[in-house]
């Protein structure tokens, strides 16, 4: 599973979120998936239900892992009905579900994505105090504004870069390219060996983002500290960065050499994991989950990862942790999902949960197991010495999905790099004017 939140158009949605509401209503008085026997309202004595709120794209959260469920019902008395959300319109049935007090008591979401789409500051309950926050090794991926807002057991928060076939790149004697001259002639000696390169799904707007994202966030690292903060301030505009117009081109001159598929406006990322099995592609600019989708598929396809090659000593970008666990402050049993954070935070189940996954742990007394070849060279490589950087959606406040659009409309040739910026920085000001951001 990818970890962004794709987005569709209000209109579309006007009709089905009536019957998302509907069939995922959190009303536990009709909650179907409680336990036989149980008290959805907690009465004296009864079972309690709560309401895990998930993507159903997330259904093989290691959080609602029906074993892992069953275990803790039968230790607390507390049963966990999940509320699946349809995938698409994830973010606006929450949205509606927390203007209208329709709240679950747990919700599945990303950080980064509940900052900006869901006012995680005024609907969501600060965890700073919990039991388990003592033992975590790394509250920063967990945080927003100096508090714990999210729980997870792992601290690996997924990193993006450009996806390598190792036995591509070994067959041909290529080295990882170190900068954008380099990569370039990578691609050549692959596409003379009648391998496409790269492949880039832009069907999904997300997609055109990966390059652009890591790359910008390593600039300002290293070039300009303040620059998200005087973007979301309204002291510097998106369209007067001469570094991002020229990132936005580098990657859209890959295309126009012809090292990518060529209908990238039609291809999907879920087309991606078969175009690494079968070998058609030999790069692609995504995220480690990639790596982890293909390689269980297929143990004997051998991928890595390096940063966006767009400069010199680049460091690797590091996705905000997606899949966390947040309660909502109009959670009906605040306790009780606090109590179920504590379960799955606990010693034995998080060492369960890391040893399973594969995770890097964030627990002090929670061991990491021994990890994949790719993951491992990612925390020997990149995490333990300190050389990545969080990407771009972690500092923003207003959902993008208006700039990966104007990044499409570059690969449709409507618009030059900066008539895409242009575009979107129109759409920035107004966005951040309607969430009554200071400056605008």
């Given at each position: 599973m990818?970890?962004?939140t794709?987005?569709?158009?209000?209109?579309?949605?006007?009709t089905a979120?009536?019957?998302s509401l509907s069939?995922c209503?959190?009303?536990?008085?009709?909650?179907?998936?409680?336990?036989?026997g149980s008290s959805?309202?907690?009465g004296?004595?009864g079972?309690?239900?709560?309401?895990?709120?998930i993507?159903?794209a997330s259904?093989?959260?290691?959080?609602v892992?029906?074993?892992?469920?069953?275990?803790?019902e039968d230790?607390t008395?507390i049963?966990?009905?999940?509320q699946?959300?349809?995938?698409?319109?994830i973010?606006t049935?929450l949205?509606?579900?927390?203007?209208?007090?329709?709240?679950p008591?747990?919700?599945q979401?990303?950080?980064?994505?509940?900052?900006?789409?869901?006012?995680l500051?005024?609907?969501f309950e600060i965890l700073?105090n919990?039991?388990w926050?003592?033992?975590?090794?790394?509250?920063d991926?967990?945080s927003?504004n100096?508090?714990v807002y999210g729980?997870?057991?792992s601290?690996d928060?997924?990193?993006?870069?450009?996806?390598y076939?190792?036995?591509?790149f070994k067959e041909?004697g290529?080295s990882?390219?170190?900068?954008?001259?380099e990569?370039?002639?990578?691609?050549?000696?692959?596409?003379?060996?009648g391998i496409?390169?790269?492949f880039m799904?832009?069907?999904?707007?997300?997609?055109?983002n990966i390059w652009v994202s890591?790359?910008l966030?390593?600039?300002a690292?290293?070039n300009?500290p303040?620059?998200?903060n005087?973007?979301?301030?309204?002291?510097?505009?998106?369209?007067?960065?001469?570094?991002?117009?020229?990132?936005i081109d580098?990657?859209?001159?890959?295309?126009?050499?012809g090292?990518?598929?060529?209908d990238?406006?039609s291809?999907?990322?879920?087309m991606a994991?078969g175009k690494?099995?079968?070998k058609?592609?030999?790069m692609?600019?995504?995220?480690d989950?990639?790596?982890?989708?293909?390689e269980?598929?297929?143990?004997?396809?051998?991928?890595?990862?390096?940063p966006i090659p767009?400069?010199?000593n680049?460091k690797?970008?590091?996705?905000?942790?997606?899949?966390q666990?947040f309660?909502p402050k109009q959670?009906?049993?605040?306790?009780?999902?606090k109590?179920?954070?504590?379960?799955?935070?606990s010693?034995d189940?998080?060492?369960?949960?890391v040893?399973?996954?594969?995770y890097?742990s964030?627990?002090s007394?929670?061991?990491t197991?021994e990890?994949?070849?790719?993951k491992?060279?990612?925390v020997?490589?990149?995490?333990?010495?300190?050389k990545?950087v969080i990407?771009?959606e972690?500092?923003l406040?207003?959902?993008m999905?208006?700039?990966?659009?104007?990044f499409q409309?570059?690969?449709a040739g409507g618009?030059?790099?900066?008539?895409?910026?242009?575009?979107?920085?129109?759409?920035?000001h107004?966005l951040?004017?309607?969430?009554?951001?200071?400056?605008f």
């Amino acid at each position: 599973m990818h970890r962004k939140t794709k987005q569709v158009s209000a209109a579309v949605l006007a009709t089905a979120l009536a019957v998302s509401l509907s069939a995922c209503g959190s009303d536990s008085g009709s909650d179907s998936g409680a336990a036989e026997g149980s008290s959805p309202a907690g009465g004296k004595g009864g079972k309690v239900t709560i309401e895990l709120a998930i993507s159903k794209a997330s259904q093989d959260s290691a959080f609602v892992n029906e074993e892992l469920l069953k275990k803790f019902e039968d230790e607390t008395n507390i049963h966990v009905n999940l509320q699946l959300l349809p995938s698409e319109q994830i973010t606006t049935v929450l949205q509606t579900k927390l203007a209208v007090g329709e709240t679950p008591d747990i919700v599945q979401y990303n950080l980064a994505s509940a900052v900006t789409d869901l006012n995680l500051e005024r609907n969501f309950e600060i965890l700073d105090n919990e039991p388990w926050v003592g033992r975590v090794l790394n509250k920063d991926v967990l945080s927003a504004n100096g508090h714990v807002y999210g729980f997870h057991v792992s601290q690996d928060t997924g990193m993006q870069g450009v996806v390598y076939n190792k036995d591509i790149f070994k067959e041909l004697g290529l080295s990882i390219p170190k900068t954008y001259e380099e990569f370039l002639a990578v691609c050549e000696q692959i596409k003379a060996k009648g391998i496409t390169p790269l492949f880039m799904p832009f069907k999904d707007q997300w997609a055109t983002n990966i390059w652009v994202s890591a790359a910008l966030a390593d600039y300002a690292d290293k070039n300009d500290p303040t620059l998200f903060n005087d973007l979301n301030a309204n002291k510097k505009q998106w369209n007067e960065i001469p570094q991002l117009e020229a990132i936005i081109d580098q990657q859209y001159q890959l295309y126009k050499k012809g090292y990518t598929n060529a209908d990238v406006l039609s291809d999907s990322y879920d087309m991606a994991v078969g175009k690494f099995l079968n070998k058609e592609v030999a790069m692609m600019f995504m995220g480690d989950w990639l790596i982890q989708d293909v390689e269980t598929k297929d143990p004997n396809v051998h991928l890595g990862l390096f940063p966006i090659p767009y400069a010199d000593n680049v460091k690797m970008g590091a996705s905000p942790l997606g899949g966390q666990l947040f309660i909502p402050k109009q959670a009906k049993h605040m306790a009780e999902a606090k109590k179920f954070l504590e379960f799955l935070g606990s010693k034995d189940v998080a060492q369960q949960i890391v040893t399973e996954q594969k995770y890097v742990s964030n627990l002090s007394d929670v061991q990491t197991p021994e990890l994949p070849e790719y993951k491992q060279e990612i925390v020997d490589n990149y995490i333990t010495p300190k050389k990545t950087v969080i990407t771009m959606e972690g500092y923003l406040q207003v959902d993008m999905s208006e700039m990966y659009r104007s990044f499409q409309d570059v690969y449709a040739g409507g618009k030059s790099p900066k008539e895409a910026l242009d575009a979107w920085n129109v759409k920035f000001h107004q966005l951040m004017k309607d969430k009554g951001v200071a400056g605008f």
